[in-house]
């Protein structure tokens, strides 16, 4: 399958501090999505993004598909601890298929 | 039902017996995925149910793991002659058709450990 790099593999932060993650392929992608997945829970998806460039949010999530459709960042600002989980990028190309990235462990320390 | 389920939410097995593993997706959902996911790494594709058609398998690791889908609702995994690289959490989501896959509902997975 395709490879999604993510980026950093795990963070641990202060509460109250923004965070930033992201998400590099060397395939284009149409679609690009970001989930997060709770501890003994399935992912669940975040944002979307269906255009190159767009730049969306979400409370405090905003997330942007980059211009050459090859990546994707997301940041978490003002973070709080129920922020804690995995982050997981996805990619779409086609029409029924996603590929995941690795996943960000984010901690956050009250 | 409200959401994606499935069971068991885990499973310990011995090295080579079989295990099933099912999943109900959302009522009215056409469109049905099977992902693994490792300790540490991302969601690995299985295979894919899209209504009536016959079902993308290319993300099968090896010919001990099947799964169908009756009735266009509840799906089965099967994994034959378990191995120890098997064990993982088996994450099942599903989708309202192929327009809206990218919108899925993932279940909470079953945790599968083979001994």
């Given at each position: 399958?395709?490879?999604l790099?993510?980026?950093?593999?795990?963070?641990?932060?202060?509460?109250?501090?923004?965070?930033?993650?992201?998400?590099?392929?060397?395939?284009?992608?149409?679609?690009?999505?970001?989930?997060?997945?709770?501890?003994?829970?399935?992912?669940?998806?975040?944002?979307?993004?269906y255009?190159?460039?767009?730049?969306?949010s979400?409370?405090?999530?905003?997330?942007?598909?980059?211009?050459?459709?090859?990546?994707?960042?997301?940041n978490?600002?003002?973070?709080?601890?129920?922020?804690?989980?995995?982050?997981?990028?996805?990619?779409q190309?086609g029409a029924?298929?996603?590929?995941?990235?690795?996943?960000?462990?984010?901690?956050?320390?009250? | 039902?409200?959401?994606?389920?499935?069971?068991?939410?885990?499973?310990?097995?011995e090295?080579?017996?079989?295990?099933?593993?099912r999943?109900d997706?959302?009522?009215?959902?056409t469109a049905?995925?099977?992902?693994?996911?490792s300790?540490g790494?991302?969601?690995?594709?299985?295979?894919?149910?899209q209504?009536?058609?016959?079902?993308?398998?290319?993300?099968?690791?090896?010919?001990?793991?099947?799964?169908?889908?009756?009735?266009?609702?509840?799906s089965?995994l099967?994994?034959q002659?378990t191995?120890?690289?098997?064990?993982?959490?088996?994450?099942?989501?599903s989708?309202?058709?192929i327009?809206?896959?990218?919108?899925?509902?993932?279940?909470?997975?079953?945790q599968?450990?083979?001994?």
């Amino acid at each position: 399958g395709q490879q999604l790099n993510q980026s950093p593999q795990s963070m641990f932060i202060q509460e109250g501090e923004d965070v930033s993650m992201n998400c590099t392929s060397s395939s284009i992608f149409n679609t690009w999505l970001w989930y997060k997945q709770d501890p003994g829970e399935g992912p669940v998806l975040l944002i979307a993004l269906y255009k190159a460039g767009e730049l969306t949010s979400n409370g405090r999530l905003t997330a942007q598909f980059g211009i050459t459709r090859k990546d994707s960042f997301l940041n978490i600002s003002a973070s709080i601890p129920s922020d804690v989980g995995i982050y997981f990028c996805a990619g779409q190309t086609g029409a029924n298929n996603l590929f995941f990235g690795t996943g960000t462990r984010l901690t956050v320390i009250p | 039902g409200a959401g994606v389920s499935q069971s068991p939410s885990n499973k310990v097995t011995e090295k080579g017996k079989d295990v099933e593993l099912r999943c109900d997706p959302i009522s009215g959902h056409t469109a049905l995925y099977w992902y693994r996911q490792s300790l540490g790494q991302g969601l690995e594709f299985l295979i894919y149910f899209q209504g009536n058609s016959a079902p993308d398998k290319s993300g099968l690791p090896s010919d001990r793991f099947s799964a169908e889908r009756t009735g266009g609702s509840v799906s089965t995994l099967t994994i034959q002659r378990t191995q120890q690289e098997d064990s993982a959490v088996y994450l099942c989501a599903s989708s309202l058709d192929i327009t809206t896959n990218e919108k899925l509902f993932f279940g909470s997975g079953t945790q599968l450990s083979v001994l």
